[in-house]
């Protein structure tokens, strides 16, 4: 059985939470907060998460965890099998987390949780993600998913990067930036139906005080 370390407020965590869930994949959490103790470094050579246990040992990186759950060829495939339909889709995974959620990610301080950052952060981030949507807009397909007609690591990234940064546009700038993405508003709302996707949000909700009362105790 595989076992997530992490936290349920964590996209990235959530993520890979989703494709084991997806997959019919046995698993267990583990609650474990991004800290540089000695303890934690042993399992994430950076402290970070989310990390997945195996039976060999621990997989950090968020697309090296999905790549690896792929890898073991159980449940609905989540990459195709076809070379360049494969690279299109990891593409786009990655598109979306070099130039749109780590861009919003940025500002997350000032959106989420109070704190007040530099004009000349907040401007970047603000133009990164305007370029960021725009390549989405032209390589993402939403047919109806991102890559295609099935559900792919793109989608995981998809949503759990889009509508934090979509938050930030929104509370910082006053923009949608989806509003010329219809295709992409309506990927998310059947998204949101998913049975899994509920229960991870379900779990998020119910950890979200826990973590609001830890990020408020480091003030």
């Given amino acids: 059985m595989f076992k997530l370390y992490g936290f349920s407020v964590s996209n990235y965590y959530n993520m890979v939470k989703l494709a084991l869930l997806e ?41 090296v965890m999905l790549e690896y759950i792929e890898s073991v060829g159980k449940g609905v495939p989540l990459l195709p099998t076809e070379p360049f339909a494969r690279a299109q889709v990891l593409a786009v995974a990655k598109e979306i987390e070099l130039y749109i959620e780590l861009p919003g990610r940025a500002c997350y301080g000032e959106a989420f949780f109070g704190t007040t950052l530099p004009d000349a952060i907040k401007e970047k981030t603000k133009t990164e993600l305007l370029l960021g949507f725009a ?27 889009v509508p934090l940064a ?9 923009i949608d930036l989806l509003a ?40």
């Fill in 135 to 161: 390549a989405l807009g032209r390589h993402g397909k939403f047919a109806p998913y991102v890559a295609g007609d099935s559900l792919s690591i793109a989608d995981l990234y998809f949503l759990y990067s």
């Fill in 23 to 63: 997959k019919g994949l046995p698993f267990e959490e583990v609650t474990f907060y991004p800290t540089p103790t000695p303890e934690s470094l042993k399992i994430s050579p950076r402290g970070k998460v989310p990390v997945l246990g195996v039976e060999d040992g621990y997989i950090n990186e968020t697309m």
């Fill in 180 to 219: 010329e993405m219809p295709k992409a508003k309506a990927l998310l709302e059947r998204l949101e139906q998913n049975p899994h996707v509920q229960r991870i949000a379900a779990d998020k909700e119910a950890a979200m005080p826990t973590f609001l009362a830890m990020i408020a105790a480091k003030k």
């Fill in 166 to 174: 979509c938050a930030v546009g929104q509370k910082l700038f006053g």
